[in-house]
Every structure is written in structure tokens, then in C-alpha cells.
């Protein structure tokens, strides 16, 4: 790696006196670690779009290739192939590129976050942390990793990006317990949750566990405070990364959430005394690029998903 470094600082200085850019106009160094080409292509669009709105300085860490493989794009965009590259050599050249005055964010799109050395070694010395454990895995292996992470290592501020997702349903959530409906959120007996992959599910179990103080009791059985149970069923269909569905049962009532044919808006229907009433709501989905810019700046002190992280984690530990 160290072969390389002053051949990438060289073409830095060359674009910096070719094109005159400004240096003090960045506003961080964003790391993004990936080791999969069709991740490493999405990520590339994603940050190229965030680092319009906020000028950045760039480090792509692509560990599919190796470490010839290095260019610079501009005034702040680097490349470089990691395949072979040891921790302390990935984080002294990181340290090396990365700018002296701005906060560093570590985008770590890889499995391993609680074992692999090279995560170890680059978080030293970041600011935040952000990940995205169902572009990993469907299923919950990787939610698992980042649940045994932050339970070891509570200090670093972290974000996921699947449960920044959730926010158009949290909203519908709230929508329909608002007023005189709030009192039914107690006599909850039944949640059920269709979407493409597990992680969003059992993140937002765990934000109503968090936020209703329901504790893990057995495998898809929650129970509240008073001891009063409550089951859930986990449903996989749709699109990975999106949820489709949401239902919600109470003693009296059924509410349901569910996205309309041109996933455009979401329905909301309420069932009580065998009456129906429905509306549709807007989903006010911002895009990956957007949450990718709300996990770094909002994710560092973000209470509520680090409460929501740790009821999944609990409710992970049933279903094993």
C-alpha cells in the first residue's frame, strides 16, 4: 500500500493546482470499505450524491481488488484496492489521505463488523459508523453481528440505514394511535410484518418493544409489563429492503398498514365493530443517499434506535 501512497498524494496536488479546488470546503472524510462489486457500484452512486451536497473528501476502500488498483477523480475522490491489505497498513493509509480538520465517517459495507481486524483498525479513528445489515444479508446474520458489536463496544456511535427506513411506518404507527386511539396501544396483541428482508421487521419489533416496554419472552411471543402476552409473525415477501405490510391487533381493533400497488402511498385501514375505515398517506421515502445523510449527521446521539437495537437483539436471541 505504501507504494502507492505518494503516487495518489501526487495526483491529489496535480488536481488541486489543475483545477484550483478549494480544500477548506469539505466538510468530512468518508470512508466506505466494501468488498462485493455489485455493493461497490451502488455505493459509489449513493456517496457521489451525498458528496454533491456536502463536499467531502472520499476514501473508497474496494476489496476486490488489489493493491495496484488505485486512482484519484477530481480534487477529493480516491480509490483504493485493499484485497490483500493488512489492518495497520488499511488504517495508516486511510490516516494518511483522509483530511486533518474534518470529522472522519467509516461506511462499512462488509460482514465481520465484530470480528474482521481491518473494522477494528479503521474505527479508531472515526467519528461515526454506518451500516447496512439488510443490504448484507436478507436474513439476520448480519444484524446479529451488529447487535454483539455495539453490546461490546457502546462508546462508538453507530448507524444502520435498515432502520432508518422504518421512519414512513413509524409515522403510520403513530397515526393510528393518535387522540382517544392511544389507550389501545396497551391492549396490543398481535403484530405481524411482511417485507423482503428480516432486518427492518425485527427493528421495528424492537422499537415498539422499546418504546411499550415489552420484553422478549419465547420465540415470536413478547410480553408487556402486566404479563399480558403478545405474539408476532414475521412474514418475508416483497423487495429486499422494504417493508410491505403491517398489521396490528388489538382487543378491540385491527390497524393496517400496507403499500398500494404502485408503492406510491400506504394505505391505512382501521377495523372496530366489524366497521372499516381507510385513507392513504404518502410514503415520504427520502432514498438511500438521504438516509446515508441522515446517518451521519443525526446518527451519532439517535437514543431511540440504540433502545429499538437492543429489544431486537433480545428478540434475536429467542428465535435462535
Known amino acids: 500500500m505504501t507504494l502507492h501512497l505518494q503516487s495518489i498524494l501526487d495526483d491529489l496536488s496535480a488536481s488541486f493546482r489543475d483545477r484550483g479546488c478549494d480544500a477548506s470546503v469539505a466538510t468530512m472524510t468518508v ?21 454533491t451536497k456536502h463536499p ?9 481488488q488489489s493493491e495496484s488498483a488505485h486512482r484519484v477523480d477530481g480534487c477529493d475522490w480516491i480509490e483504493l484496492g485493499v484485497k490483500e491489505c493488512g489492518p495497520e497498513a488499511l488504517r495508516s ?15 462499512w459495507i462488509a460482514r465481520g463488523i465484530g470480528t474482521d481486524p481491518r473494522f477494528s483498525a479503521l474505527c479508531e479513528d472515526v467519528e461515526t459508523v454506518v451500516y447496512n445489515s439488510s443490504l448484507l444479508d436478507v ?35 403513530a397515526t393510528f394511535f393518535d387522540g382517544e386511539a392511544s389507550a389501545e396501544l396497551r391492549e396490543l396483541q398481535h403484530v405481524e410484518v411482511a417485507c423482503g428482508s428480516e432486518p427492518e421487521a425485527f427493528y421495528l419489533l424492537g422499537w415498539l418493544a422499546s418504546r411499550l416496554q415489552w420484553s422478549a419472552a419465547a420465540s415470536e411471543t413478547l410480553v408487556d409489563a402486566a404479563g399480558q402476552k403478545i405474539t408476532f409473525a414475521i412474514r418475508r415477501e416483497g423487495p429486499p429492503r422494504r417493508i410491505s405490510r403491517i398489521e396490528l391487533n388489538s382487543s ?40 446515508i ?27 435462535q
Not at 467531502?56 to 476486490?64: C, E, K, Q
Not at 390497524?255 to 365493530?273: G, H, W, Y
Request: aromatic content about 6%; proline content about 3%.
Open 252 to 291: 378491540r381493533s385491527r390497524f393496517v398498514a400496507q403499500v398500494d400497488k404502485n408503492e406510491e402511498m400506504i394505505l391505512l385501514s382501521v377495523t372496530r365493530a366489524g366497521k372499516e375505515g381507510s385513507r392513504y398517506q404518502a410514503i415520504k421515502n427520502p432514498g438511500i443517499a438521504a438516509l
Open 139 to 173: 436474513g439476520h446474520e448480519a444484524l446479529n453481528e451488529l447487535v454483539d458489536y455495539v453490546e461490546h463496544h457502546p462508546r462508538l456511535p453507530v448507524a444502520d440505514i435498515a432502520y432508518l427506513r422504518l421512519g414512513p411506518w413509524q409515522e403510520c404507527v
Open 293 to 319: 445523510e441522515r446517518a451521519i449527521l443525526w446518527g451519532q446521539n439517535d437514543r431511540i434506535f440504540s433502545a429499538a437495537l437492543a429489544a431486537a437483539g433480545r428478540i434475536l436471541a429467542k428465535e
Open 56 to 64: 467531502s473528501r472520499v476514501i473508497m476502500l474496494d476489496a476486490t
Open 93 to 107: 493509509a486511510a490516516a494518511s489521505l483522509q483530511l486533518a480538520d474534518a470529522p472522519v465517517v467509516l461506511l
Open 31 to 51: 470512508l466506505v470499505f466494501f468488498e462485493n462489486e455489485v455493493i461497490g457500484e451502488l455505493a459509489r452512486e449513493r456517496i457521489r450524491m451525498l458528496a
